[in-house]
């Protein structure tokens, strides 16, 4: 126990080493993403995004750590951290898959599989309905739920862009623009998948998620933090296939497009 609490405080000192590694890593990134030019139109853009990721990412930790000590002890602040969560990420993944008002749409596959699953969870005592267990899980829930939404939600209405003519041909067919619609978005957007599933076909071949590796720290049992980290992949699995379900369900609707597709 005082190995793992040793190892926990001197795992990444807070010291001026931390900062200049920091700052090396994020000129590093920016620096390849410019120099291949790593973005969709061949530009500069994809370096800058980077470089402004880590600094909003550098102050909203900051304020995250300086805040959140007190809102785990409100129970009101508590639901208000949670709702601001659930709010940036769907306008963060709206705004990934579409520029126009239909991004409001975006929230319903995030909150579908995560409100139901986390109520579950507190509901059934597994998770405490305290702000230090609460929280964390459940952003790693919403952190899910808003990367299949992205994914899938770009992939479907890129797909239906590239192949107009085919939706077109099924509509001829007799086919309604639901299912048109369906049957050209369904098979890319389930791609959406891949990343949580190979996460969890390799978890402990490749590499030690944070949940697992962050108990340990802690001094935990390796066969608790084993035990977390199953669960968080586990659910992780289910949000991402009801946050891909009801995306592409939203793209065959209409409900979730763009303006110039």
């Known amino acids: 126990m005082p190995d793992r609490t040793v190892a926990a405080a001197t795992l990444l000192p807070v010291n001026g080493v931390l900062a200049a ?9 920016a620096s390849v993403a410019a120099v291949f ?3 969709p139109d061949a530009s500069w853009r ?3 995004n980077i470089t402004v990721a880590g600094l909003r990412a550098t102050v909203q930790l900051g304020a995250v750590s300086l805040v959140i000590g007190w809102v785990i002890h409100h129970g009101a602040a508590l639901l208000a951290f949670v709702l601001l969560m659930f709010c940036v990420a769907a306008r963060t993944a709206g705004r990934r898959i579409t520029p126009d008002g239909s991004w409001v749409w975006a929230a319903l596959p995030i909150a579908a599989p995560v ?14 309905p305290r702000g230090i267990a609460l929280i964390p899980v459940t952003g790693i829930l919403i952190g899910g739920a808003l990367t299949a939404t ?26 309604l623009p639901h299912d048109a619609r369906l049957e050209i978005a369904r098979p890319a957007a389930s791609d959406a998948l891949l990343p949580g599933l190979d996460q969890t076909r390799t978890v402990g071949l490749v590499t030690l998620p944070g949940a697992f590796v962050g108990m340990l720290l802690g001094g935990a049992s390796p066969v608790a933090a084993g ?18 379900a009801a995306t592409v369900e939203l793209v065959a609707r209409g409900r979730l497009h763009r303006s110039d597709a």
Do not use: K, N, W, Y
């Open 46 to 48: 994809r370096a800058r």
């Open 150 to 175: 992205v994914l899938a939600g770009r992939r479907a209405l890129d797909e239906l862009t590239a192949r107009h003519g085919e939706v077109e041909a099924c509509l001829a067919l007799g086919l």
């Open 227 to 244: 035990a977390v980290q199953l669960f968080v992949l586990v659910a992780l699995m289910a949000v991402q296939a009801i946050a891909v």
């Open 37 to 39: 030019r790593l973005a």
């Open 115 to 128: 409100a139901p699953i986390v109520g579950l969870l507190v509901a059934s005592g597994l998770l405490p």
């Open 21 to 29: 590694v920091l700052v090396v890593l994020l000129l590093l990134a």
